[in-house]
């Protein structure tokens, strides 16, 4: 994740209770381990809690597959790759046919529990010792505990959850999975908490402020239709806890330049300082998601070539209006930038003609490191301003709580996309709904939402080939953890 400028350096920590032990041999039986990490040595002092913490964020790198697959699961874009075996989990996704035997859905699983157990660790001795600035970090931990939880619950429906302790080996046959509503009622627990102790500006660039808990707890809310806490909690961003507002040109927001801009609620860090490979939980430091949205065999300026996955197809390319200025910051029609630029370009599979412009890699200096597809430093934009203006539309609207405000907020973002108020939206009601889903769409094309709005507004089936309701709604268990649990958990139905 970045180093420059004052953030933190979310590198990967082994928070783990391990025992370095030595050689089994008679000679070293009764030696001591001559290092040991575990409760009854550890969170004794503030950096030790704030190592714990750098653990958990580090975690956020992983979710660069969250968001490529859930655009790929959606109708905005189709697997791509250079064959139909390239990366078949995700091939699987597009088609609607996958199963608990899938790598790249336990991917999910995997990494997401990863960061449930850092943040857990840590609230699991959040009494050990005092120091003044715990508070602010335990309701970090709290936040990237319901980040995480929220992923998973999702994708996965239901889930085991263990309170503020971590999960051991044993715990799958034991702890039963929790119902959907269950799982949401600690997710707002964790971000209620967290809320009173974080700061509205940030201690460091890319922590969380008050501001991302408040925008994630109404989501939250927004998944589950309380439309009136949603409503509630979102303006209260708006209005009181403010210090965001729409970046003047779309344009700029996806550049490196903007990063971490007035319209960042929440945005995850990556750097091209190291990388490693696919092998291990998260070695790279780079967001892996942007090489692999690449253009194929590309030669040209300002992009660099990258491996054609996650293709924009010329439906979600139409849904954008001439006028609209985010229609070519969004999606990249290859063809014409080739003929305006002069750039060459190989085709790979399900070639639409589109690329995901938002996150394609840029042109880099010689001096950059590593792998440059497993490198690239485009940070992830989780939470946007224009995405909680949206929401807070939203909630307004079908919560029957004030369509006048929904419409004010919905225009906003409208006046930015077009640079004018001639495309102001006087809709209401249920034709208002259906606008301000449109308006999300278009907004939030790329940014991996897309497949979660239509299972969450019920149009999932409607929208998405090969989608099939009261199934696809959520993602399978993997099959690891329905055997490891002997019977404990239930697979999801119709897998």
């Not at 503020?164 to 046959?173: P, S």
């Not at 997710?187 to 201690?203: F, H, S, V």
């Not at 449109?438 to 940014?447: D, I």
């Not at 999932?460 to 329905?482: C, H, L, R, W």
């Amino acid at each position: 994740m970045k180093t420059k400028n004052n953030t933190v350096k979310f590198i990967a920590m082994a928070i783990a209770a391990l025992t370095v032990t030595l050689s089994c041999s008679d000679e070293f039986l009764d030696r001591k381990p001559e290092y040991s990490i575990d409760s009854d040595n550890y969170f004794n002092s503030e950096e030790e809690y704030r190592n714990a913490l750098i653990g958990a964020y580090d975690i956020l790198q992983s979710t660069y597959v969250n968001v490529i697959l859930g655009e790929i699961a959606s109708d905005n874009t189709v697997s791509g790759g250079e064959s139909a075996n390239d990366v078949i989990g995700w091939q699987q996704v597009d088609e609607m046919t996958h199963t608990p035997v899938n790598a790249n859905i336990k991917n999910v699983w995997d990494w997401m529990f990863a960061g449930v157990n850092r943040a857990s660790y840590i609230l699991e001795f959040k009494d050990k010792t005092d120091f003044p600035n715990k508070p602010q970090i335990i309701a970090e931990a709290r936040f990237l505990r319901a980040y995480y939880h929220f992923e998973l619950v999702k994708w996965f429906g239901g889930i085991p959850l263990k309170g503020d302790a971590r999960f051991e080996l044993g715990d799958e046959t034991r702890i039963p999975r929790s119902s959907k509503e269950e799982v949401y009622a600690s997710i707002e627990n964790d971000l209620l908490l967290a809320i009173p102790d974080l700061n509205a500006t940030a201690p460091n660039v890319g922590r969380v402020t008050k501001g991302a808990a408040q925008a994630l707890l109404g989501k939250v809310y927004l998944f589950q239709d309380k439309f009136a806490q949603s409503a509630e909690v979102l303006q209260n961003l708006i209005n009181v806890t403010g210090g965001y507002s729409l970046v003047t040109d779309y344009n700029t927001i996806f550049e490196e330049a903007g990063e971490n801009g007035p319209e960042s609620v929440f945005e995850v860090q990556y750097t091209d300082v190291e990388g490693a490979g696919f092998e291990c939980l998260q070695c790279s430091e780079g967001n892996v998601a942007v090489g692999f949205s690449g253009i194929r065999n590309y030669s040209g300026t300002l992009f660099s070539s990258g491996y054609s996955f996650n293709l924009p197809t010329q439906e979600t390319f139409n849904v954008f209006d001439n006028a609209d200025l985010r229609k070519n910051v969004a999606i990249l029609d290859i063809e014409a930038w080739a003929a305006q630029t002069g750039a060459t370009y190989g085709e790979g599979y399900k070639h639409t003609g589109f690329f995901n412009r938002k996150y394609l890699p840029r042109k880099r200096s010689e001096t950059s490191q590593g792998d440059l597809n497993l490198t690239n430093p485009n940070n992830y934009r989780a939470i946007r301003y224009a995405d909680v203006l949206l929401m807070a539309a939203e909630a307004l609207n079908r919560g029957g709580i004030d369509d006048n405000q929904a419409r004010t907020y919905l225009n906003l973002v409208r006046r930015r996309a077009f640079g004018d108020t001639n495309h102001d939206i006087n809709g209401s009601g249920a034709t208002l709904t259906t606008l301000i889903w449109e308006e999300r769409r278009r907004e939030l094309v790329g940014e991996g939402h897309r497949f979660f709005d239509l299972v969450r507004t019920g149009r999932a089936a409607i929208e998405i080939d090969g989608f099939s309701s009261d199934k696809n709604e959520v993602f399978p268990i993997p099959i690891e953890e329905i055997q490891f649990s002997n019977g404990n958990w239930q697979q999801n139905p119709g897998y």
